[in-house]
Structure formats: structure tokens, C-alpha cells
């Protein structure tokens, strides 16, 4: 645990926004941060040198997915996720329980843990919090998280009650079982919608966070309005001198709306999902490159954009690479969304360090247009 500190540097004094650093075995993480996310041990299209090119200062991957394959085992014998995967900065890993009840078919969740069936091949599999920390362990990341049980937005008050139940009890024995003193493990705060059990889950998790918290179960079906509500509900009861992990969340519009509820680290997916499917982001709003207005648009994707893919390539090149079916198309965007998103955090840290972050906020939302899709 020495090896962990947060320091906080700046408040903005209109927002809740932060601005800190993370020290971790693996370097610092300045915060607010956006982190791109490896699932199985890689971004999707991207190496560890674009990456670090983007300017990512910590990458994630899934308990689950490296769980199942190759095998938590064989990581560790490859020396953990950082030689195996070749990134030497600072590496989170999810507990695999968002996966575990969204993509696993048959399971039967009970106090004990949680029996699955693979959605690679059907094997059932038996996690219980003991065995997540031990696949975690193994894989040897900075920041681990504890097992938990996500619902599903519109679930029932008494579905919600029993996962904070369950998550709290699991909570408990994944401290127990924690055991490595180069790995941070951050609670997750559930609850669904509901404000009562939000509440409940942060003074369950309290007595555990130690160097950081996470905030799960949102972004799962609900309106944005509805996550933004929860997260200015939740704000005063986190602990101030600690990092807070908003899960699995990354558009542009909600990384600054994050920030300004003193969210200081959020990742999603996304940015390389959309990129596979032809669409970049902009500080305007998504750009649909794979649309047939781009085919003789010579322009970048984005005029002020340093990423690679700006620097030397054109919107009508790249959408030809994506309706070719060329892989490339796709790396090129991934580089550029990652780029957009990493960049909008740091410039976010720079305007709350800056003192003018309130300023900042309104004109880049007032600039971002949720339904463009061109330009």
C-alpha cells in the first residue's frame, strides 16, 4: 500500500472538478484520466507504442476474458500482464463481474459466488470472490478491482437490494483473500438507481477503500440525466483524498460532465468499438467517416488533431479503408478516438488547474452536438 498515494492538486471552486496524481508501482497517473481499455491484454488495433504516442498513462483489461483465455496461469508464468502484453505504465483490471452476468448464459449467482457457463464454449466455470482475487493476483495489475454484482437498469428494488447485499458480502472476502502488497483493490459502489442503496454500498465500501473507489452499475440502459444525478447524489459521501473510478464510461460529453462531479478516472470501450464501425469523434460531435460525403474529402479527420492518423492521412483515404473492409481504417480511427479522449482529459486537468474549467465546460458542451453525425 505505500507504493499508492494520491495527492490532490487543484479543486475547481464552480465545480466539483479535480485535478490529482495517482502514484502507483508502475508510474503516475495525473488525473483527471481517461483510460483506453485492453479487454483481452490489447487495445484493439493499437500497440503499446501508439498507445503511449496517444499519451494513455494506464490501460485496463478483463478478469473474465483473460480468465477464460489463454488463462490466468499462463500469464503469470509470462510474468504478469505488463511482459506479457509489453506496457510498463500502470495497468487496471476489472473484476469480471459485469462480464459474468452480461455475457455468460445459465449462471446461478448465489452467496458462495457465481456458476457460469463460457460464452466461448459452454464450460461452466464456478468464480467465487476468493478465486477473483487469485486470477487477479496472477495477472498482476497496479489497480485491481473487488467481484461485485451489476443489475441492469429497470431492475426490481428487491433484485437491486440482494446484488448490494451480495456485493457487500463479497466486498468483505475479497479483502480477505487480498494478499499482494503491489496491487491497490478498489471497492465498487452499486445500487442500481436507487439512492437509498447507493448509500448504503458507500458505507459498505468505506471501511475497504484505500487508496480509491469505484462507481459501477451506471451506463447500463439508463438516460444520462438519470447517471448524472446519481453521481451529484453520490459526490459528497466518496472519500476526498482518494481517486474515484467512474466504470465503463467514455463518451466526450460524459468524461467532461464526470469530471465536473469529481470523477477523476473514467474508461470506456467505445472510442475503438465505433472506430471498427467507420465513426470518429470530434470535439463537435461523431463524424460517420465511413459516410459517402467523405469520399473526396481530403481534409483530417479533425483540423487541430495531433494523432497520427491527422497528421498524415485524410478522411477520404481512411473511409476508403473502412468500406474496403482494410483493417487499417479501423487502427486509424481507434488512434485517433483514443487520441480525442486522452486529450480532452488532459485539457480538462489543464482548465482545473488553470481555474477556468467552469468556462471550459460550458463552451465545449455548448460546442458538442449529440445527434451530428456529420459535418
Known amino acids: 500500500m505505500n507504493q499508492f498515494k494520491f495527492e490532490l492538486i487543484k479543486e475547481c471552486p464552480h465545480t466539483h472538478a479535480r485535478a490529482g496524481i495517482l502514484h502507483t ?3 503516475d497517473i495525473e488525473t483527471p484520466v481517461f483510460m483506453p481499455v485492453g479487454t483481452q491484454a490489447t487495445v484493439k ?15 485496463l483489461s478483463n478478469t473474465y476474458h483473460l480468465y477464460l483465455r489463454p488463462g490466468h496461469e499462463i500469464v503469470k508464468r509470462a510474468g504478469g500482464l505488463h511482459k506479457f502484453m509489453n506496457w ?27 456458476e457460469f457457463r463460457s460464452h466461448l464454449n459452454g464450460a461452466k466455470h464456478f468464480i467465487t470472490p476468493e478465486k477473483d482475487m487469485e486470477i487477479q493476483e496472477a495477472l498482476g495489475a497496479d489497480i485491481i478491482m473487488a467481484f461485485d454484482q451489476c443489475t441492469e437498469a429497470g431492475c426490481s428494488y428487491q433484485e437491486a437490494v440482494e446484488a448490494r447485499r451480495k456485493t457487500k458480502l463479497w466486498l468483505e472476502r475479497c479483502f480477505k483473500a487480498h494478499t499482494t502488497e503491489n496491487q491497490m483493490l478498489f471497492p465498487i459502489v452499486q445500487g442500481n438507481m436507487f439512492k437509498d442503496l447507493r448509500k448504503q454500498c458507500v458505507e459498505d465500501c468505506l471501511p475497504y477503500a484505500k ?17 448524472y444525478d446519481i453521481l451529484d ?35 470506456c470501450v467505445l472510442p475503438t468499438r465505433i472506430a471498427r464501425n467507420g465513426t470518429a469523434f470530434t470535439k463537435h460531435g461523431k463524424l460517420v467517416i465511413k459516410n459517402a460525403a467523405f469520399k473526396d474529402d481530403f481534409n483530417s479527420i479533425e483540423d487541430d488533431c495531433d494523432c497520427y492518423a491527422c497528421r498524415h492521412y485524410s478522411r477520404a483515404y481512411i473511409r476508403h479503408l473502412i468500406n474496403a473492409g482494410e483493417m487499417l481504417g479501423a487502427q486509424l480511427l481507434s488512434v485517433h478516438n483514443l487520441r480525442n479522449l486522452v486529450r480532452l482529459a488532459s485539457d480538462c486537468r489543464k482548465a482545473i488547474i488553470g481555474g477556468y474549467f467552469k468556462d471550459f465546460k460550458e463552451e465545449y458542451l455548448a460546442g458538442y452536438d449529440l445527434t451530428n453525425s456529420k459535418f
Do not use: N, W
Open 25 to 27: 508501482p508502475h508510474g
Open 45 to 59: 488495433g493499437v500497440k503499446p507504442e501508439e498507445l503511449k504516442d496517444i499519451g494513455a498513462q494506464i490501460i
Open 88 to 114: 510498463d505504465k500502470p495497468i487496471l483490471t476489472d473484476s469480471g463481474g459485469f462480464q459474468v452476468f452480461s455475457l455468460s448464459s445459465l449462471r446461478k449467482v448465489t452467496d458462495d459466488g457465481v
Open 211 to 227: 487508496c480509491g473507489i469505484a462507481v459501477g452499475g451506471l451506463s447500463v440502459g439508463e438516460e444520462k440525466s438519470v447517471m
Open 233 to 267: 447524489f453520490l459526490h459528497p459521501m466518496l472519500p476526498e483524498e482518494q481517486p474515484r473510478y467512474l466504470m465503463g464510461v467514455g463518451s466526450p460529453d460524459c468524461l467532461v460532465e464526470g469530471f465536473a462531479r469529481g470523477i477523476d478516472m473514467m474508461d
